[in-house]
């Protein structure tokens, strides 16, 4: 696909320095430019590659100062990062958009139904009962049971498993090998110490614009549902217990755990390999540094912690500056004890 310079600037609203009918064809980074490439720049780190790359054209805060000559075309917007991701969701769509039809062998059982414009790669399973929207795509090898509901634009990458009774809804994105559904972690201890599976009869919900990385879980509910609400990024490798709730646009780094019937609130941060216990609310806005461990309710909105257990993250950097000094400080205790 070719697009002209002028074009490129008209989708994303900002204004051409150079040759608008100037064409690029493909995306690069602004240190890989070649003729017909379109790059970006947005930290200044990479501002010298500016003034060399090979790019066509580069995307460009409107508040940047020009300090050598320049060869390549220019797009000045507001946000270049975000205008560049913007293009690339453009991209995505354009190339899903080519892939449509049926592959076989596939499956679909008795009263599902599916819209327009899909997309089933070979060896996909589809059982009964399911509703599934236009514009779905659903790769090959992914499983969806019985009494499924996915919305409209949703893509189901190789290997997805989706579990009976689940809600997608529109525009999510689930990537190879994510688990949507599956049994909690739920077993009563017995009396001669053995444990007895608790049957697990919920579901899992996903809204509108939900993200699922590779490799990662989410358990149904015991009874009720495990919700992720609108607009969250879940990345690869988390795993989400039963009952766990995740609110809206929210984001959640790799190998981070939630335990069973733990609230996370709206627009939070939560980064890699964090533990939250189960039966605790995190209030919106937080940010929680990786590694950190949440055995805690935490209350106050915007709050930002790390550590483990978790507390407030520039009293914890403190506590590390004193913990890195514990030898020295030893050292001294242990001299001042020999002169007394």
């Given at each position: 696909?070719?697009?002209?310079?002028?074009?490129?600037?008209?989708?994303?609203?900002?204004?051409?320095?150079?040759?608008g009918?100037?064409?690029?064809?493909?995306?690069?980074?602004?240190?890989?430019?070649?003729p017909?490439?379109?790059?970006?720049?947005?930290?200044?780190?990479?501002?010298?590659?500016?003034?060399?790359?090979?790019?066509t054209?580069?995307?460009?805060?409107?508040?940047?100062?020009?300090?050598?000559?320049?060869?390549?075309?220019?797009?000045?917007?507001?946000?270049?990062?975000?205008?560049?991701?913007?293009?690339?969701?453009?991209?995505?769509?354009?190339?899903?958009?080519?892939?449509?039809?049926?592959?076989?062998?596939?499956?679909?059982?008795?009263?599902?139904?599916?819209?327009?414009?899909?997309?089933?790669?070979?060896?996909?399973?589809?059982?009964?009962?399911?509703?599934?929207?236009?514009?779905?795509?659903?790769?090959?090898?992914?499983?969806?049971?019985?009494?499924?509901?996915?919305?409209?634009?949703?893509?189901?990458?190789?290997?997805?498993?989706?579990?009976?009774?689940?809600?997608?809804?529109?525009?999510c994105?689930?990537?190879?090998?994510?688990?949507?559904?599956?049994?909690?972690?739920?077993?009563?201890?017995?009396?001669?110490?053995?444990?007895?599976a608790?049957?697990?009869?919920?579901?899992?919900?996903?809204?509108?614009?939900?993200?699922?990385?590779?490799n990662t879980?989410?358990?149904?509910?015991?009874?009720?549902?495990?919700?992720?609400?609108?607009?969250?990024?879940?990345?690869?490798?988390?795993?989400?217990?039963?009952?766990?709730?995740?609110?809206?646009?929210?984001?959640?780094?790799?190998?981070?755990?939630?335990?069973?019937?733990?609230?996370?609130?709206?627009?939070?941060?939560?980064?890699?390999?964090?533990?939250?216990?189960?039966?605790?609310?995190?209030?919106?806005?937080?940010?929680?540094?990786?590694?950190?461990?949440?055995?805690?309710?935490?209350?106050?909105?915007?709050?930002?912690?790390?550590?483990?257990?978790?507390?407030?993250?520039?009293?914890?950097?403190?506590?590390?500056?004193?913990?890195?000094?514990?030898?020295?400080?030893?050292?001294?205790?242990?001299?001042?004890?020999?002169?007394?």
């Amino acid at each position: 696909m070719e697009f002209t310079v002028q074009q490129i600037a008209d989708l994303l609203q900002g204004q051409v320095h150079g040759d608008g009918n100037a064409t690029v064809n493909r995306l690069a980074k602004i240190e890989e430019g070649t003729p017909g490439s379109l790059s970006f720049l947005s930290n200044a780190k990479y501002e010298h590659y500016l003034y060399s790359t090979g790019a066509t054209a580069v995307i460009v805060a409107k508040t940047l100062e020009i300090k050598q000559p320049v060869s390549a075309n220019l797009i000045l917007v507001d946000d270049p990062y975000s205008s560049f991701s913007t293009l690339l969701e453009v991209y995505q769509q354009a190339v899903a958009a080519a892939r449509t039809g049926v592959e076989e062998p596939c499956f679909i059982g008795e009263n599902s139904s599916i819209g327009e414009r899909h997309y089933r790669g070979a060896f996909s399973y589809i059982g009964k009962n399911c509703k599934i929207g236009t514009g779905v795509h659903i790769y090959p090898h992914v499983y969806i049971g019985d009494n499924v509901t996915i919305g409209d634009n949703t893509v189901l990458f190789p290997g997805a498993k989706i579990y009976a009774d689940c809600v997608i809804g529109a525009s999510c994105t689930i990537h190879a090998g994510a688990v949507i559904g599956s049994d909690g972690f739920g077993f009563a201890p017995q009396k001669d110490g053995s444990y007895k599976a608790i049957p697990q009869i919920g579901n899992v919900v996903l809204e509108d614009h939900v993200r699922i990385g590779a490799n990662t879980t989410v358990d149904c509910a015991t009874m009720g549902s495990t919700i992720i609400r609108t607009g969250t990024k879940i990345d690869n490798l988390v795993q989400v217990a039963h009952n766990v709730e995740i609110g809206r646009h929210t984001v959640v780094a790799a190998q981070t755990a939630f335990a069973g019937s733990s609230k996370v609130g709206n627009y939070c941060t939560i980064a890699g390999q964090v533990g939250v216990v189960g039966h605790i609310s995190i209030a919106d806005r937080t940010i929680v540094g990786a590694k950190s461990g949440i055995s805690k309710n935490i209350k106050e909105e915007g709050t930002f912690v790390q550590g483990a257990p978790a507390f407030d993250y520039k009293q914890n950097l403190r506590a590390m500056a004193v913990f890195r000094k514990l030898p020295e400080l030893q050292k001294q205790v242990e001299e001042l004890r020999e002169k007394l």
